[in-house]
């Protein structure tokens, strides 16, 4: 609980100060959500949790045995409205593990603030989560990167407003959480292990994350390059910093749907149809690479 200073007075020689005392609305919407999925899942503790981005929903096709539950009908869940994303979120096995994974999330651009942006991730940090895995569908500014590359997320430089501005929820972390190291070193180890056992091949680099919902222009990405940026999305940074400030080991991804360079045709045209066709191209490989990942945990 949290005490609030409502009025302070004077009687006497007293001091006399009236405490108001209250729940913090966002920690009763994050455990009126977690109490839900718990009670439909048989109150099992997930190992990872996982964010699926546009076109990535295959992944979730592979969780056996699963309990699928539609965002509308988790308390204080807003609705994924972004093209690609089924909005579903679905508990089972993967990997030989317990997980919970969404299928599909919520953006910034869609209008919504911070706080129901990153929501889910606080529920599955309450749900009992001890590692998150995220992906998305990217933009290249790298120009050694082409569509349908797999690129795993070693750092980001994040354009989107930080989702822990405002009061600290002291219950999940520190008001200052460290960044130095926002992907973990051991993941990405194993995962480039796995992927050199799968003949799959893996680029590593940096993720810009803008707000969107327009695509950046080729002055933009030109930029983007120019700071040491690899690849760039409207998503993902606002979940990465909200589970780092939990201590969760994050693993992400993200897989190149479109070459973001400043040297278009005239005639060419982003489109984001394209987008999630490409994402889909390639989701089956990530997601071979994720469960492997998630077995050797």
Do not use: C, W
């Amino acid at each position: 609980k949290a005490q609030e200073i409502i009025t302070a007075g004077r009687s006497g020689t007293n001091n006399t100060i009236i405490y108001r005392y209250f729940m913090d609305e966002r920690i009763e919407r994050i455990n009126g959500a977690a109490e839900y999925i718990g009670a439909r899942i048989g109150g099992r503790r997930p190992v990872v949790g996982i964010v699926l981005g546009s076109g990535l929903g295959k992944l979730a096709d592979k969780i056996t045995d699963p309990t699928v539950i539609p965002y509308r009908e988790i308390p204080g869940f807003p609705i994924s409205t972004a093209v690609g994303h089924k909005g579903n979120f679905i508990a089972g096995e993967l990997g030989g593990k317990f997980v919970v994974a969404m299928q599909g999330r919520f953006h910034y651009y869609e209008g919504y603030p911070m706080e129901l942006v990153t929501l889910p991730i606080r529920v599955m940090k309450v749900l009992g989560i001890q590692y998150l895995f995220v992906s998305n569908a990217a933009g290249g500014v790298n120009y050694g990167f082409k569509v349908g590359d797999l690129m795993v997320i070693r750092d980001h430089i994040n354009l989107l407003p930080n989702p822990l501005i405002g009061r600290n929820l002291e219950e999940f972390g520190p008001r200052f959480p460290d960044m130095t190291r926002p992907y973990d070193l051991e993941l990405i180890k194993k995962a480039e292990i796995i992927a050199s056992e799968l003949h799959i091949d893996l680029k590593k680099g940096v993720y810009v994350g803008g707000t969107g919902p327009s695509y950046e222009t080729p002055a933009e990405y030109k930029y983007f390059r120019l700071i040491g940026g690899d690849a760039v999305g409207m998503s993902t940074i606002p979940e990465v910093i909200v589970a780092r400030h939990s201590s969760i080991p994050v693993f992400g991804m993200s897989v190149i749907t479109n070459e973001a360079h400043d040297d278009y045709a005239e005639d060419y045209v982003n489109d984001g149809d394209d987008v999630v066709r490409a994402a889909d191209a390639a989701a089956e490989r990530m997601s071979l690479l994720f469960e492997r990942l998630i077995l050797s945990l």
